[in-house]
């Protein structure tokens, strides 16, 4: 049942009003007023769903009691219906700028009840978007990853963990802070970033939600001062021009799949390339040979009686010299060259574009450098190198055959030298 306050400062007004109802008591249970101070007292003491107000009233008129309804937060969302007998512009106006709709007296009885109607419908309408709001709202605030809804205009709409991490009370701060999102999005080669637009294209644009492809963004958390990795997943409102934007959290799997990477690519110890990845580039290497046959040497350090240190010393100085001897070699070698731990106290270096008469030269220096350190504990320690250039008609093995036996000639000959093959 829903509450009528009927305002009039003519009782036979409010009679009349009264046996309209009577034919529907089961739908509507009317209040009566006789002026706009008693229509105020009921509206902040009863719950009333709307008000039929009269305009000509002693006191205070119909315009000036709606303008103190509106003004109340209790009471500005009750639908106002004028009954006037006047006609004039003026009213009219004020009708529709103070309330929801108007009646002229007399007024049809039937009009009446579905102007009532019609605006009770749209009352409840409203309470039911309201709430599908308030529900989407806490669904959106219920999630961790950071929720937000765009336009190719800005942005709309954004739960608490954007407004959270963002540092922001409401998406209108947002929006005054920031032209647009993608301004925040970290310049990095792989994550997606402001660079990678064209002509000032929308950065929606270019993302094929129907294709598989991950983007992944990177954005500066500011409550922390740490970046921080998310993956973005872009759904359209169907039949708008509306995105659901999700950014989720990555950063741990970044940075263990980081980790996993660098475990796979650098020996633990001396944190140079392993023989795994030496392996993977060693192969690129060969293939780019076999097509463009541009000169490559390869060579093969060994640490020169190696286990003996070992011995005397122990493992801590054991490691302490390799990992002296790979960050000596590591700093002194050339840009384009590629040293890495072979295994034990071997290592492996390559040299593309390179011929072997160049190549001797450049371990020939490496091989003196490592003669002239000071190694900790153990003082001076030298290497063997063995050193071979890729030729036509190699294989893989071949060339690893090669440099091996020139290793062995080096150390069978005195060490502490170069030995081509």
Request: hydrophobic letters at 40%; glycine letters at 4%.
């Amino acid at each position: 049942m829903h509450n009528i306050l009927c305002v009039d400062d003519t009782k036979a007004n409010l009679i009349v009003l009264e046996s309209l109802f009577a034919s529907y008591e089961i739908r509507y249970n009317i209040l009566m007023a006789d002026g706009g101070y008693e229509a105020l007292e009921i509206l902040l003491t009863k719950k009333v769903d709307l008000i039929l107000l009269d305009v000509m009233m002693p006191e205070i008129d119909g315009f000036e009691t709606a303008k103190l309804i509106n003004a109340n937060k209790k009471t500005k969302d009750i639908p106002i219906i004028f009954l006037t007998a006047k006609r004039d512009d003026v009213t009219i106006q004020n009708a529709f700028k103070f309330g929801v709709d108007y009646l002229s007296k007399p007024y049809d009885e039937y009009e009446l009840f579905a102007r009532i109607n019609v605006q009770l419908k749209l009352v409840k309408a409203k309470y039911m978007l309201e709430e599908q709001v308030k529900f989407n709202q806490f669904v959106l605030d219920s999630q961790n990853s950071i929720l937000f809804i765009q336009t190719n205009n800005g942005l709309i709409s954004a739960n608490k963990s954007f407004l959270n991490f963002f540092n922001v009370k409401d998406i209108e701060e947002f929006n005054t802070n920031n032209t647009s999102i993608v301004e925040l999005f970290m310049t990095h080669d792989t994550f997606f970033c402001k660079k990678k637009l064209k002509n000032d294209k929308n950065w929606l644009d270019i993302i094929d939600l129907n294709s598989d492809k991950e983007y992944n963004v990177l954005i500066m958390d500011t409550n922390i001062f740490e970046p921080k990795a998310f993956r973005v997943e872009v759904n359209k409102i169907q039949n708008t021009n509306k995105y659901v934007i999700s950014l989720t959290d990555i950063t741990a799997i970044t940075t263990k799949s980081k980790q996993f990477e660098n475990k796979a690519t650098y020996d633990t110890l001396t944190n140079i390339y392993n023989r795994s990845k030496f392996n993977e580039l060693f192969e690129e290497h060969y293939n780019l040979f076999k097509r463009y046959n541009k000169p490559i040497c390869f060579a093969i350090f060994d640490i020169d009686f190696f286990k003996d240190v070992n011995d005397n010393y122990g493992h801590v100085v054991g490691d302490e010299t390799l990992i002296t001897f790979s960050q000596t070699i590591n700093e002194a070698v050339r840009n384009t060259d590629t040293f890495a731990r072979w295994g034990g106290e071997e290592f492996t270096l390559l040299m593309p574009e390179t011929t072997i008469e160049d190549g001797y030269v450049v371990v020939e220096k490496l091989r003196k450098l490592i003669e002239n350190i000071d190694f900790k504990t153990i003082g001076q320690k030298t290497c063997s190198i063995g050193i071979t250039q890729f030729i036509k008609d190699d294989t893989i093995d071949k060339i690893l055959i090669r440099a091996d036996e020139a290793l062995y000639e080096a150390k069978e000959n005195g060490r502490n030298k170069v030995y081509i093959r």
